[in-house]
């Protein structure tokens, strides 16, 4: 089956600095979406991406779906106290209503 | 616009007691609904999903059901807890038409003792 590796699974950054996490997969993503956890909150939805080398920005995020589908990657410019969290990606099978999870990337921003 | 409600917020239970966690949620109909548990410091692992009213999807065997009374409504039961309940407990929706992000409540931090 389809497994998704996350990585770092830990960063800690000086403020100022970029961040990337990425997310590995051993097969074809249809989709990929991108969540971000705050101490002691809840998943919140960042983007999805679905579409071959596809790239969407954020203000300081940059979202990136691989050409072959099998990575995406989710890089902050410039990092800021408020950066600070887990990041997580997430898919789902082609029809499936599921997601699967990654194990996600705690970032920890140094003032 | 939509709002999920997940309560309580924080709950400590004796092992071998029950446990009933309530999520609902506002401004959809016909919503998939989700419940979700993530252990200290580590992902999420989805546990049930619905698609529709007493339509219930279980992932992961274990002592804890799931069930979906009413459209909106989405409900997470054990007759009796074990230690290795404890954690954060997460329900999300999501819209029933195509590939849709997910919207997660506010949790349950579950303590066994």
């Known amino acids: 089956g389809q497994q998704v590796m996350q990585i770092p699974q830990y960063q800690h950054v000086q403020e100022g600095e970029d961040f990337t996490t990425y997310c590995n997969s051993s097969?074809?993503?249809?989709?990929i979406q991108w969540y971000k956890q705050r101490p002691g909150g809840h998943p919140v939805f960042l983007i999805q991406?679905?579409?071959?080398?596809e790239v969407k920005k954020q203000k300081r995020l940059t979202f990136q779906f691989g050409e072959a589908k099998k990575n995406s990657s989710l890089h902050i410019t410039a990092t800021q106290t408020t950066d600070v969290g887990t990041y997580f990606c997430?898919?789902?099978?082609?029809?499936?209503?599921?997601?699967?999870f990654g194990k996600g990337t705690k970032l920890s921003v140094i003032p | 616009s939509q709002t999920i409600h997940q309560w309580p917020a924080t709950l400590v239970q004796p092992v071998g007691s029950p446990l009933s966690l309530e999520c609902t949620v506002e401004?959809?109909?016909?919503?998939?609904l989700y419940w979700y548990r993530q252990a200290a410091g580590r992902g999420l692992q989805l546990l049930f999903y619905?698609?529709?009213?007493?339509?219930i999807s279980s992932e992961v065997p274990q002592n804890l059901s799931a069930s979906r009374p009413q459209d909106r409504q989405f409900i997470l039961s054990s007759k009796k807890l074990l230690l290795s309940d404890s954690g954060f407990y997460l329900c999300?929706?999501?819209?029933?038409?195509?590939?849709?992000?997910?919207?997660f409540g506010d949790g349950t931090r579950l303590s066994i003792l």
């Open positions: 997430a898919y789902s099978g082609a029809g499936s209503y599921q997601l699967t």
């Open positions: 097969t074809t993503l249809s989709n």
């Open positions: 999300a929706w999501s819209p029933v038409t195509g590939l849709q992000p997910q919207h």
């Open positions: 401004g959809t109909s016909n919503p998939n």
């Open positions: 991406l679905v579409k071959s080398g």
């Open positions: 619905s698609v529709g009213i007493g339509q």
